[in-house]
T-cell receptor
Framework: GQNIDQPTEMTATEGAIVQINCTYQ??????LFWYQQHAGEAPTFLSY????GLEEKGRFSSFLSRSKGYSYLLLKELQMKDSASYLC?????????????FGGGTRLMVKP | GAVVSQHPSWVICKSGTSVKIECRSL??????MFWYRQFPKQSLMLMAT?????????EQGVEKDKFLINHASLTLSTLTVTSAHPEDSSFYIC????????FGPGTRLTVL
């Protein structure tokens, strides 16, 4: 089966940096995605990693280590609007299929 | 990014009725669409993969006769919740595969 783990909740302070970790054990691997989801809304795409290393996109960065089955999402200069759930998802197929398996999500609360 | 729409955005119905939810990719063609269900404070659970021109693939534990999926064209997939019951009340989200997955805004179903 597929297993994706991430912390359930995290709290951080406005202006600070927070790192959300994700570990995965899947039958195959064709990329790891991070999504942001505000309450009552659909997820929005943040980042995609398929090769090892760091992908930076503005205040958000995502890191992948395939050998360790590990990724993290790094949020810098936190803003109140960053309070949301962050979903780690893996494409567990070795082909080009698009199906994703989601982790349980991490609810991030940003405090003033 | 790509745009995916869902209709309706919310629906309230009586127990025993059927509800149809539409998912449309507005600016790209999607041979594959996905239907998810999300209960409060939980992550997305994949229900089924909708394939244009062929039968949907259902995840384990999802009743195909209760959740009817029709992928009539490259831009439209529908999910019909038949004989809905209060336990079917949830947030239903579709996504369309176009490189990454692009999510619709979701449909909140409340069954009285």
């Amino acid at each position: 089966g597929q297993n994706i783990d991430q912390p359930t909740e995290m709290t951080a302070t406005e202006g600070a940096i927070v790192q959300i970790n994700c570990t995965y054990q899947t039958s195959g691997f064709n990329g790891l995605f991070w999504y942001q989801q505000h309450a009552g809304e659909a997820p929005t795409f943040l980042s995609y990693n398929v090769l090892d290393g760091l992908e930076e996109k503005g205040r958000f960065s995502s890191f992948l280590s395939r050998s360790k089955g590990y990724s993290y999402l790094l949020l810098k200069e936190l803003q109140m609007k960053d309070s949301a759930s962050y979903l780690c998802a893996v494409n567990p197929h070795n082909n080009a299929g698009n199906m994703l398996t989601f982790g349980g999500g991490t609810r991030l609360m940003v405090k003033p | 990014g790509a745009v995916v729409s869902q209709h309706p955005s919310w629906v309230i119905c009586k127990s025993g009725t059927s509800v149809k939810i539409e998912c449309r990719s507005l600016d790209f063609q999607a041979t594959t669409m996905f239907w998810y269900r999300q209960f409060p404070k939980q992550s997305l659970m994949l229900m089924a993969t909708s394939n244009e021109g062929s039968k949907a693939t259902y995840e384990q534990g999802v009743e195909k006769d209760k959740f009817l999926i029709n992928h009539a064209s490259l831009t439209l997939s529908t999910l019909t919740v038949t004989s809905a019951h209060p336990e079917d009340s949830s947030f239903y989200i579709c996504s369309a595969a176009g490189g990454t997955q692009y999510f619709g805004p979701g449909t909140r179903l409340t069954v009285l």
